[in-house]
């Protein structure tokens, strides 16, 4: 009998190994429209224009007529931030937005980097090109797209790109010094939404990789989190021969071994490729995976299903928007901040050299073994010692130390 189980499972593992083994696939590059109407028939126009962050007097005093009519309701006591953003701190937020916060100085901290346009696939691409002050002698500087993800922005990036385009005068090595491009995913920020149904991350990936080419790279680097980071996923699919090196700071992997892993792990981890690291940050499973995507994930719902129903409450309401989004600075940077009153505030595999950076407070934590399961060219796997979704946000030096370390190892192979 034992023979035969033995024999049985050996089988087994050649027609696994036989179905999964590595096949390098791309996705179909294609081509889109995403603009309002029907695509005209003549060309596009691909100029590339300055772009200013604006705003006005009539804007400002509109936003304070909509924060002054805000209908405070308390919280239940002792809530914190448990059932989401906790009323009685936002009472505090929107004082200080109504009453302290510097708009002119706002912008023009915005307005610090240069910004641009262009027109790709009907849609007014927005981003920001940030070239290195100065480089070494003989050196040429590293493109590098930096994709944001939801609820964040172009923004993200405005503390770690210094410590990318102008590494010595923030006291890093100038071995690698890049030159920063960060686009505005379309519907955020300033960049144009699509007019169409089925906009998706592929068609990002694609109108980003058609942004590279227009700013005369053929060949680059790419990193993100959140959604950024299954755009620059489907990028190093769709054109892996563009893409010199990814590096990511989440990852979606849906596989049998994953799941398999995650029921048995904590008895067999070492046996199933995780470290003691892994196992820490992923069990008890119950709690720290499927408690907590369930405590953060009721916003996915109804933004993939019911979309213009929120939307038309949080365009409206300048307060509710605040605490829709601020909320998710505070439980995705560091899940213990619910206890706070405060808040603290696929399947395709990719075979292009890959980057990882583990933060602990990231929503879910994904192991080694799994991300080279979907990434097997993966050369640089780390934890990092702190920090949580929003890791250029939060933590920009430790997402520059690491983005550096993996251009450091791809160099040396």
């Known amino acids: 009998m034992w023979l035969e189980i033995l024999l049985t499972s050996v ?16 996705l179909p590059l294609e081509d889109g429209w995403w603009g309002p109407g029907t695509r005209s028939a003549a060309r596009e126009d691909d100029s ?22 805000f209908r405070f309701t308390p919280p239940l006591e002792d809530s914190c931030f448990h059932y989401g953003f906790n009323s009685n701190y936002l009472k505090k937020v929107i004082s200080y937005w109504r009453n302290e916060f510097d708009w002119k100085k706002q912008v023009e901290i915005l307005n610090r980097y240069p910004h ?15 070239k290195p002050p100065q480089l070494p002698a003989g050196h040429t500087p590293k493109p590098l797209l930096m994709v944001h993800g939801w609820p964040g922005s172009f923004y993200e ?40 149904k089925g906009f998706n ?33 489907n990028m190093a699919q769709l054109v892996p021969s563009h ?44 709690e720290k995976v499927f408690y907590s995507l369930m405590r953060e994930s009721g916003y996915m719902h109804i933004q993939c299903t019911k979309p213009d129903t929120v939307g038309s409450a949080l ?54 073994k799994w991300v080279r399961f979907k990434y097997p060219k993966l050369i640089s796997y780390s934890y990092m010692v702190r920090g949580g979704h929003f890791a250029a946000f939060e933590e920009p030096e430790l997402l520059a130390q690491d983005i550096r370390k993996f251009l450091s190892v791809l160099e040396r192979q």
Not at 48 to 69: A, G, M, N, Y
Not at 116 to 130: A, N, P, S
Not at 183 to 189: E, F, K, L
């Open 243 to 286: 893409v010199k090196g990814l590096h990511l700071n989440m990852a979606l992997v849906l596989s049998n071994f994953s799941t398999l892993t995650l029921l048995l792990g904590q008895r067999f981890g070492r046996f199933l490729g995780l470290t003691e690291r892994d196992v820490e940050l992923l069990y008890p499973v119950k």
């Open 157 to 196: 990036f405005y503390k770690i790109i210094p410590l990318l385009t102008d590494p010595k005068n923030h006291g890093l090595s100038d071995e690698h010094v890049f030159e920063v491009i960060c686009p505005s995913i379309p519907g955020y920020g300033f960049s144009e939404a699509s007019s169409k």
């Open 48 to 69: 590339i224009r300055p772009f200013k962050v604006e705003t006005s007097d009539e804007e400002i005093h509109d936003l304070h007529q909509r924060i002054d009519k």
């Open 315 to 368: 365009n409206d309401s300048p307060v509710g928007l605040a605490a829709y989004i601020l909320e998710k600075f505070s439980t995705w940077t560091n899940t213990e901040f619910r206890y706070l009153e405060d808040g603290g505030l696929e399947r395709m595999k990719v075979y292009v050299p890959t980057g990882f950076s583990a933060f602990p407070f990231e929503l879910l934590h994904t192991p080694e």
């Open 201 to 233: 991350s592929v068609a990002t990936a694609r109108i980003f990789y058609k942004l590279m080419l227009r700013l005369g790279f053929q060949e680059f680097y790419i990193q993100g989190g959140d959604w950024g980071s299954l755009i620059c996923t």
């Open 11 to 26: 089988l087994g593992f050649a027609i696994y190994w036989f179905i999964s083994r590595d096949k390098e696939e791309t």
């Open 116 to 130: 641009f346009k262009t027109k790709i696939e009907g849609l007014d691409i927005h981003f920001i090109h940030v």
